[in-house]
């Protein structure tokens, strides 16, 4: 073998898995192939750039930083070169012969789920370069390295399970990739064609893109975080937003920024509609493209936004970073701390302004990321102040609209001087809450808490204005709620009372810290409160939610002295059976309410025996 010689390599079993769908699919819209041969061609000479900045010994160090696509109608051929970083014999081995940690993995991993259409999927997921093989017949990339010591390499595949690796000629730094189309492919090799699929897809491509022998790019290549305010129309920032994420739906929210105290930045940023990243996505992390001088410094930063607000996507360009700079330097320069807290106000203003202006947009925004808010307030306690006028919350006055902290102070009632809040597993059953009994009687407001992260949320929020905010799980809620007027005449006597309280002692034992009566119940027969009043019932879930071993301690059973059924009980035997079997049950249902019953089911045998009982009539 001759050095020369092309060398045969075979495709791993995953590739070749991969082919075998995209030849064999019926997919409509094949010309996201091109989009991404564009995107790989953009992230090539990106790469150059980035390496230029740190030094000039590169191949053609002058050579324009372009796309070129040339189509060929009468040999059925497309042709796309770029003046980017090219590869090496080693990496065109090791980037074109395995599928790259990207989204061409996901799809395979979609693909494996016999249900779906995998080609259905294609256009969704970006395949990467291998989407080629959609049109292709074959593909031959030729590639010359940045490195000026480095040879050209030839790489060959029709699709089948093996490629070609060889030697070739080509003095310029890049990549070429030239495709021979299928039959039914010719339309790719048209000009015009390829120009509608260019502007529909890859017009933000930061690099001018060139067809045949047009002297002018034939996509916008600005940057459109750089275009004047006023220029940009609605449905660019749509477009963009959809071109660089492949999301399916149109931001919630677009924020085009230009600063130049006390940093220079540009940044466009987006509020995707949705949480959850689609697993279609282009982006596969958290984070904003940083661009120095329009030079993308970093894919993923998340140095430029607090954590909380991670959910943020977009681009900020800075004229203050240094040139020469490093992803390292990046970092230590004392100017990332300045953009964020610049960009930080920004979303927060703007958050301010939506919830404002248009309270249906807001709510939406907040069912997706009150959580990301909520965990700020838990983790970022200097921000605590800033991330509450934020916060909405359901109560058991409104429970199926939001309000703010603000519109739940303007509704407090005269003299009353804390937020209450009930916290428990979901709505309908702290609606249910004995806690809420006098509440309800009163028209009393508190926020119902029922997600995991409210718990954590509560560490970092202990105050609004003046307020405190104050379970309402407590044994007393002092200040404005008074207990209800009772008329004595309903009340058990006290010497009764106290016979029963001993009664419940007896059954329940060591199971609870104290029997007694409570002042705030109205029309629940008892209620579990905590012995300690200074006892945290929410660090106590913050435990439970974090798996960590901890026993919920012993609670306070309190009784309300006017309700019929312990006025009957008193009618019974002490001793009796019945009577044993209903304070049990009260207990129980106590603990159920309360969220921590630590075996429902164990309940059903007596819940029968109660059933026997009254329907004989007992
Ligand atoms: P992805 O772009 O998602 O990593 P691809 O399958 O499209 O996956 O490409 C695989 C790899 O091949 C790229 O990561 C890159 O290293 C290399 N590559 C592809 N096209 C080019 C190009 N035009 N110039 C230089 N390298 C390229």
Redesign the pocket.
């Known amino acids: 073998m001759t050095d020369t010689a092309p060398q045969q390599f075979n495709f791993k079993a995953e590739t070749r898995q991969l082919l075998h769908i995209l030849i064999h699919s019926l997919y409509k819209d094949r010309e996201v192939f091109l989009r991404?041969l564009i995107s790989?061609?953009s992230?090539?000479i990106n790469r150059l750039r980035f390496e230029m900045l740190t030094t000039q010994d590169v191949l053609d160090p002058k050579a324009d930083l372009k796309i070129h696509i040339t189509a060929d109608k009468e040999n059925g051929t497309l042709t796309i070169t770029?003046t980017?970083?090219?590869?090496t014999r080693e990496e065109i081995i090791d980037?074109?012969g395995t599928i790259?940690q990207?989204?061409?993995r996901k799809f395979m991993e979609a693909a494996k789920d016999k249900s779906v259409d995998a080609s259905g999927m294609i256009g969704q997921f970006g395949v990467?370069?291998?989407s080629v093989f959609m049109v292709a017949d074959w593909v031959r990339v030729t590639?010359r390295s940045f490195r000026p010591d480095a040879q050209a390499v030839t790489w060959y595949a029709t699709g089948d399970d093996s490629y070609e690796v060889g030697a070739a000629e080509m003095t310029e730094r890049g990549?070429r990739i030239e495709i021979k189309l299928k039959e039914d492919a010719a339309e790719f090799a048209e000009e015009y064609r390829v120009k509608n699929i260019v502007n529909k897809h890859s017009d933000y491509i930061g690099f001018p893109i060139y067809i045949g022998a047009e002297e002018k790019p034939v996509n916008k290549q600005t940057s459109l975080w750089r275009t004047a305010r006023n220029e940009v129309k609605e449905e660019d920032y749509k477009d963009f937003y959809r071109q660089t994420t492949l999301d399916f739906e149109d931001p919630l929210l677009h924020i085009h920024m230009v600063t130049d105290a006390p940093v220079q930045l540009y940044a466009l940023l987006f509020l995707p509609a949705k949480s959850e990243r689609n697993m279609f996505s282009l982006r596969k992390d958290d984070g904003l493209k940083l661009y120095s001088r329009n030079i993308l410094i970093d894919e993923y930063n998340k140095d430029l936004l607090p954590e909380y607000l991670r959910f943020v996507q977009g681009v900020v360009d800075s004229e203050d970073l240094p040139l020469n700079v490093s992803r390292e330097t990046v970092q230590s320069s004392g100017l990332m701390p300045k953009l964020k807290k610049v960009l930080t106000n920004q979303v927060i203003k703007e958050l301010e302004s939506l919830a404002k202006k248009d309270v249906e947009k807001y709510n939406s925004f907040w069912s997706e990321f009150g959580v990301y808010l909520k965990q700020g307030v838990a983790a970022s306690p200097a921000d605590t102040e800033t991330i509450t006028p934020l916060l909405r919350f359901k109560t058991n006055l409104q429970p199926e609209t939001w309000s703010s902290l603000e519109e739940y102070a303007s509704r407090m009632k005269d003299g009353q001087k804390v937020i209450h809040y009930i916290v428990g597993e979901d709505s309908k059953s702290v609606l249910r809450s004995p806690h809420l009994d006098s509440f309800h009687a009163k028209g009393l407001e508190a926020l119902l808490l029922t997600e995991p992260m409210d718990s954590f949320m509560l560490m970092g929020l202990r105050k609004f204005k003046d307020y405190e905010l104050k379970n309402v799980a407590g044994a007393e809620v002092d200040g404005e709620d008074q207990p209800r007027a009772e008329s004595e005449a309903e009340k058990i006597p006290e010497g009764d009372f106290n016979s029963l309280v001993e009664r419940f002692k007896q059954v329940l034992g060591e199971r609870v810290a104290d029997v007694r009566a409570s002042r705030r119940l109205v029309t629940s027969v008892a209620r579990l409160v905590d012995a300690d009043a200074n006892s945290n019932p929410d660090l106590q879930r913050v435990y439970k939610y974090l798996g960590r071993e901890y026993e919920i301690p012993k609670k306070v059973l309190e009784l309300n002295s006017s309700h019929e059924i312990l006025k009957n009980l008193l009618k019974l035997d002490a001793g009796s059976e019945l009577g044993n079997i209903v304070i049990e049950q009260i207990f129980d249902s106590a603990l159920l309410v309360e969220g921590i019953h630590p075996d429902p089911s164990s309940m059903a045998p007596r819940v029968q025996q109660l059933i026997e009982a009254a329907l004989a009539g007992k």
């Open positions: 991404e790989n061609a992230d090539a770029d980017g970083i090219g590869m980037h074109l790259a990207s989204s061409a990467g370069f291998y590639s990549t």
